[in-house]
């Protein structure tokens, strides 16, 4: 059997044996499931504090709808950061899709498939927008997608004017968030499937290793003939798409379509699960179940502590100082297990 | 007679067992324009770098800069700076989108009072630089508008800003001024530098142009295998007097034709017919199944840019490529590939490896399509291709899980170059396959391309070390000037002839 050898520098001289992995070593193990070990841990604290309203069947319920738009929305965000790109817009964009959703079947009267169909292209269009100008303008990720996010924004004030439309909703959207599937609630299940889509999609298809070989190095898959302008572009559209079906869902989650919904403080929590990702389960690349994970720590984080009666502020406070420390802690392990770290971007 | 401005005494630098270095001594004249030539793996590169204080050599060793002495295995880049050596390299660490001013005032030389950048203060005091210098600029000028030879002449003002202030007089150290620079600005910038020299500066002129060498220096000193070759005046010295040197015997045979060793190995696979663009100015060359052909030239002969042309990753101005007797005209690597062509790059970190990823995602890059069947990657497929690729090109790892940044710089490269050759290219084109390789891994990689050649395919290899371009290939052609100027084979393909080939300017034998 091979050493493990904690320093990724030296050369492990044996030629290791071919077909199987080599067992991980405890360390890894514990990188790997640390936060699902912290999530469990949480869980039992707030069931010790607060019995009788954390742990109920209805407390998990409103957790699992809650955080279901915005694992959504994390995934939406996750795509472009797997090629290397921010898209700061995921949560303008998903305020958008919400308000076009909710008036296609208030104001134009159509049927739920078509409005959704409708909110798909519009997220996608917002996705492509981004993307042409990310891939084919060579503007940096973060600069076009704030610039784009805002415009979106801007928009949505304008035809609402701030009101939001709660009348003429399909009522099978409208009450989606009480609705289970085999005890679960819809809203969960149709985000896992996206979840399932969006993890197939990365790593069981050329586009998500084509992808990720972007995000690791865009020279060198250039050199390999890979288009990484158009993987970059689609992986906008991905986001918008996403965007759009997390901007229907917030729609069932709250009955209403809702202009202040959207915006970087909405998506924040769900940035902050994207990076935490990063740090487990595949430590080192961002991966669905450590996003998905790493969310609804946060979400039960958050839950238990309203439950505990702190303060409206610690939650702004607690999601703001989670993004950071996720990200401090995803670019420490990227130091570690590749000797390199550039400026941040 | 003058003073000696400069002098090393008894350098030696060792890199493990190889000397790079070995007891160079000679002295450099005050006011005087002093030549430092040699060839790739001569050594001069060391010595600018212990100068510099980048390096530092074996104890023992002295540097006098004037009245002051140096051990030499005690210099710093401070030390260097406070004795008065002043460094201009090759690509200068000018910044072309900022002013003159900036570019004069930056690290650390901006005039402050109560914390804010006296900019009028600043433009005085470059314009009084431009002025000694005799740039035709003003300091708010953006130094990209200016001239390459003008951009040169900022550069070494910024490096001799400081002088005239009573510290002794400075030693300016000018490593390859014009390797980058188009052949009319040469002249401009030669001109500058005897007129600096007039007014009593003392220059070290690092170059492997030798025309230039000759033209302008008052001394020089020749290096070879770290040894010093000579010290003497340039009064009366031959341009094959000095390749004589740097080469290490007389040269008889300039361009002779060798007619042995011309049987044809197979197929014609590349055919290059006037191929210009960037540097190149019509390049012809044919590469046949079965041989490794090398390129050798200089820094900036467009040795790179002839492979990426082919690639399909350089834009192409003229000229045809043929590939198996078919016109390509590749307009990216994607289409390239499709048509055979695989590519290692010169900068393997930034160009080739993708260092986060596994050694498993690195050696399928490549070909990911190849394993999607059914609707979904076949894992089990792929990591058998990778285990067999460990195995067969001797990658030393812990395992194809292991991340690419945890192998050492050879094992890296041969991923890199399993990557390409899983793929049966029908032509490989290697730029300095063995930069940063160390020897045994070396062994490996040419094993490997030799082992593929053997299998039909053809291979164009670019090295700035002739030994192994000497050793590796079947044939040799010498890149200068962008032109083809010599092609080299059998019993004449030695590092020695590559050198005097490469330093030589085209002519008709």
Not at chain 1, 284 to 297: K, Q, R, W
Not at chain 2, 286 to 293: M, S, Y
Not at chain 2, 360 to 375: D, F, P, Q
Request: proline letters at 4%; charged letters at 20%; aromatic letters at 6%.
């Amino acid at each position: 059997m091979t050493t493990s050898s904690t320093t990724p520098q030296t050369e492990t001289p044996a030629i290791p044996a071919p077909g199987r992995r080599t067992t991980p070593a405890p360390g890894v193990l514990l990188e790997r499931f640390g936060l699902l070990i912290l999530f469990v841990a949480l869980i039992f604290v707030f069931a010790a504090l607060r019995p009788e309203t954390f742990m109920t069947a209805a407390n998990f319920r409103s957790i699992a709808i809650s955080q279901s738009v915005l694992a959504v929305a994390a995934l939406a965000l996750m795509l472009p950061l797997v090629g290397g790109r921010f898209d700061v817009s995921v949560g303008a964009n998903l305020g958008l899709c919400s308000i076009v959703c909710a008036a296609l079947m208030s104001r134009a009267e159509l049927s739920l498939p078509l409005a959704v169909l409708g909110t798909l292209l519009v997220g996608g269009v917002i996705g492509a927008l981004n993307g042409a100008i990310v891939a084919y303008l060579g503007v940096n990720s973060i600069i076009a997608t704030l610039g784009v996010g805002t415009v979106i924004g801007g928009a949505v004030t304008a035809y609402t004017q701030g009101v939001p439309i709660s009348t003429g909703l399909s009522p099978a959207l409208a009450t989606i968030s009480t609705r289970l599937i085999v005890g679960l609630p819809v809203l969960l299940v149709i985000m896992l499937a996206l979840a399932v889509v969006t993890w197939f999609v990365l790593t069981q298809t050329p586009f998500g290793r084509h992808l990720t070989a972007v995000g690791s190095n865009a020279a060198a898959a250039r050199l390999t003939g890979l288009r990484v302008n158009r993987l970059v572009l689609l992986s906008f559209v991905g986001s918008g798409l996403l965007a759009a079906v997390a901007g229907v869902l917030q729609v069932g989650a709250q009955g209403n379509g809702d202009p202040t919904i959207g915006g970087l403080p909405f998506i924040l929590p769900a940035l902050a699960a994207v990076f935490l990702g990063a740090t487990n389960w595949h430590p080192g690349t961002y991966n669905v179940p450590g996003t998905i994970l790493g969310l609804f720590f946060l979400g039960t984080a958050i839950s238990g502590l309203s439950l505990l009666g702190v303060d409206p502020w610690v939650t702004d406070v607690f999601n703001g100082g989670a993004v950071v420390l996720a990200i401090v802690f995803s670019a420490q392990l990227k130091r570690r297990r590749t000797g390199f770290l550039d400026i941040g971007n | 007679m003058k003073d000696t401005a400069l002098a090393v005494r008894h350098l030696t630098k060792s890199f493990g067992a190889t000397l790079a270095l070995d007891d160079v001594s000679f002295e450099v004249r005050a006011g005087h324009i002093h030549g430092l030539l040699g060839g790739n793996g001569s050594g001069k590169s060391t010595l600018i770098k212990i100068l510099a204080g980048v390096h530092t050599a074996d104890p023992g060793g002295a540097v006098h800069i004037g009245a002051r002495t140096l051990p030499a295995h005690t210099t710093t880049p401070e030390l260097a700076r406070r004795c008065g050596l002043r460094f201009v390299h090759q690509s200068t660490s000018t910044f072309p989108a900022l002013t003159l001013a900036e570019n004069i005032a930056i690290g650390d030389r901006f005039p402050v009072s109560a914390g804010r950048i006296r900019w009028s203060r600043l433009r005085r005091r470059t314009q009084s630089l431009l002025d000694r210098f005799e740039i035709d600029a003003r300091p708010d000028d953006r130094l990209g508008d200016l001239r390459p030879a003008d951009q040169t002449m900022v550069a070494i003002a910024r490096a001799l800003q400081d002088d005239g202030h009573g510290d002794g007089p400075s030693v300016l150290v000018l490593d390859e001024p014009t390797a980058s620079l188009p052949e009319h600005e040469v002249g401009v910038l030669l001109d500058a530098l005897r007129r600096y020299a007039r007014a009593g500066q003392t220059i070290l002129y690092v170059s492997h142009r030798i025309d230039e060498v000759l033209d302008l220096t008052d001394a020089m000193t020749v290096l070879r295998d770290g040894c010093h070759v000579v010290t003497r005046t340039t009064d009366g010295m031959t341009e094959k007097q000095m390749i004589e040197y740097i080469v290490g015997r007389p040269v008889e045979r300039v361009f002779a034709e060798d007619a042995a060793d011309t049987a044809a190995v197979g197929d014609v696979v590349l055919e290059v017919d006037h191929l210009t663009g960037g540097p190149l100015r019509g390049i012809d060359l044919t590469v046949r199944a079965g041989e490794i052909v090398g390129i050798a030239g200089l820094l900036g002969a467009g040795r790179t840019e002839l492979l990426r042309m082919i690639f399909g990753d350089h834009p192409v101005e003229s000229g045809t490529i043929r590939l198996g007797g078919v016109t390509v005209r590749p307009r990216n690597p994607g289409e390239a590939m499709k048509l055979g062509i695989a590519h290692v790059p010169e900068e393997r970190e930034h160009e080739a490896a993708f260092l986060d990823l596994s050694v498993r995602e690195n050696l399928s890059a490549a070909e990911i399509t190849k394993y999607w069947v059914r609707g979904r990657l076949d894992r089990r497929h792929e990591r058998r291709d990778a285990d067999r690729a460990i195995t067969d090109f001797a990658v030393r790892t812990s395992g194809q899980d292991a991340l690419m940044a945890s192998l050492s710089g050879g094992n890296q490269q041969k991923v890199v170059l399993a990557r390409w050759l899983r793929r049966n290219p029908r032509l490989l084109l290697l730029d300095e396959p063995t930069q940063g390789v160390d020897v045994g891994a070396r062994a490996d990689v040419y094993a490997a391309i030799r082992a593929s050649v053997g299998d039909g395919m053809a291979a164009l290899v670019v090295s700035s070390d002739f030994d192994e371009l000497a050793h590796a290939c079947d044939r040799v052609l010498v890149l200068r000037d962008g032109r083809i100027t010599a092609e080299v084979r059998g019993s004449d393909l030695q590092r020695h002839r590559l050198t005097e080939l490469v330093f030589t300017k085209e002519m008709t034998p």
